[in-house]
């Protein structure tokens, strides 16, 4: 009988970022169950077949858009979006993710990376600490 063996370069890759984010969004559940309600993940990464990336092109995807938006206004902003990078494997902020933050922040929102589970509850739990945002 032969002996198989798996192909290191065709093992299925692991997501890491997304194992760390899902980790993040149930801490935030148990210790930010407000903000928890707000929250939400933008699935604009991952593969997809040419057909339905350039459908979902047409209907508003776009290169750029941060990871998690939570739309609380806190400390003079209107809301906060973060881009989530895992710890492990850290993948480097893309040109597009650097410009759409940059504008985000020009338009009055806190737009940040977050490198890791960690970083990102340090940095949600400032932001909730802010003084509500007051509509004129």
Not at 2 to 25: C, Y
């Amino acid at each position: 009988m032969k002996a198989f063996s798996v192909n290191p370069s065709r093992a299925k890759p692991i997501d890491r970022e997304g194992q760390e984010q899902a980790a993040l969004m149930r801490e935030i559940e148990l210790r930010f169950p407000e903000a928890y309600a707000l929250i939400y993940h933008v699935p604009n990464g991952g593969h997809r077949l040419k057909a339905v990336d350039a459908k979902l092109k047409a209907q508003g995807v776009k290169a750029g858009i941060p990871d998690l938006v939570l739309p609380m206004a806190r400390g003079g902003y209107f809301g906060l979006y973060i881009e989530f990078k895992a710890t492990v494997e850290p993948a480097a902020v893309s040109p597009s993710q650097r410009d759409y933050l940059r504008r985000l922040n020009e338009q009055g929102y806190l737009a940040i990376v977050c490198r890791g589970h960690f970083d990102a509850m340090e940095q949600l739990r400032a932001y909730l600490l802010l003084p509500a945002t007051v509509a004129a």
